[in-house]
């Protein structure tokens, strides 16, 4: 167990429906890092936060957004949903930006 | 940008053989380079790290990796492998010079053959 916590597990929802993932990072951890994992593009970076700033941003579309709250907590917001969404999204966190990451289990996304 | 060049999508080793994992970055500047382990419908997990110091970094479950600055490599190395080794592994590189980015690459999925 790393510490850090996602839900829902999984969500099974139809294309052009909006959804919200959440994470908890790890006590302490004040970076918390977002990536999206399918087959056929691997595991991309989206977005990273500090302390409730963006801190880095990746491959994210625009019909994606995120934040972390002042408990430190962090959303990611997925809109307009689309079949190629489909996939499982991760949640890291790490004390600071350089540091290793500590990943979540991870929520599985399925738009239909 | 940086980035993280992982050599073989697909290992096949039998059990109880030695296994090297190849990993290739872009930058010798100043870079932090991980391994991490990723099992069937889980989440990753850190292998081993290396920061400064030692250029043989030891893990768990008994992988090790050696940075090779002149070569700009970071391979993982497992001296007798067993079938719960069977897994996705990657290999990634942050540093001062990254922006604050992780960069991972496209992961190497070892299979042991009993």
């Known amino acids: 167990d790393s510490g850090v916590t996602q839900t829902p597990k999984h969500l099974i929802t139809a294309t052009g429906q909006r959804v919200t993932l959440r994470c908890s990072p790890r006590?302490?951890?004040?970076?918390v890092y977002w990536y999206q994992q399918s087959l056929d593009q691997g595991l991309q970076f989206l977005i990273q936060?500090?302390?409730?700033?963006?801190?880095a941003k990746g491959n994210i579309l625009e019909r994606f957004s995120a934040q972390q709250f002042p408990d430190l907590h962090s959303e990611l917001n997925l809109s307009s949903l689309e079949l190629g969404d489909s996939a499982l999204y991760f949640c890291?966190?790490?004390?600071?930006?350089?540091?290793?990451?500590?990943f979540g289990p991870g929520t599985r996304l399925t738009v239909t | 940008a940086q980035s993280v060049t992982q050599l073989d999508s697909q290992v096949p080793v039998f059990e109880e053989a030695p296994v090297e994992l190849r990993c290739n970055y872009s930058?010798?500047?100043?870079?932090?380079l991980f391994w991490y382990v990723q099992y069937p419908n889980q989440g990753l997990q850190l292998l081993l790290k290396?920061?400064?110091?030692?250029?043989l970094v030891k893990g768990i479950n008994g992988f090790e990796a050696e940075f090779n600055k002149s070569q700009t490599s970071f391979h993982l190395r497992k001296p007798s492998v067993h079938i719960s080794d069977t897994a996705e592994y990657f290999c990634?590189?942050?540093?001062?010079?990254?922006?604050?980015?992780?960069?991972f690459g496209t992961g190497t999925s070892l299979t042991v053959i009993p």
């Open positions: 990634a590189v942050s540093g001062p010079r990254t922006g604050n980015q992780f960069y």
């Open positions: 930058s010798s500047v100043s870079v932090y």
């Open positions: 290396y920061l400064s110091g030692s250029t």
């Open positions: 936060y500090y302390n409730g700033e963006e801190r």
């Open positions: 006590s302490g951890d004040l970076s």
């Open positions: 890291a966190s790490s004390v600071a930006g350089l540091s290793e990451q500590y």
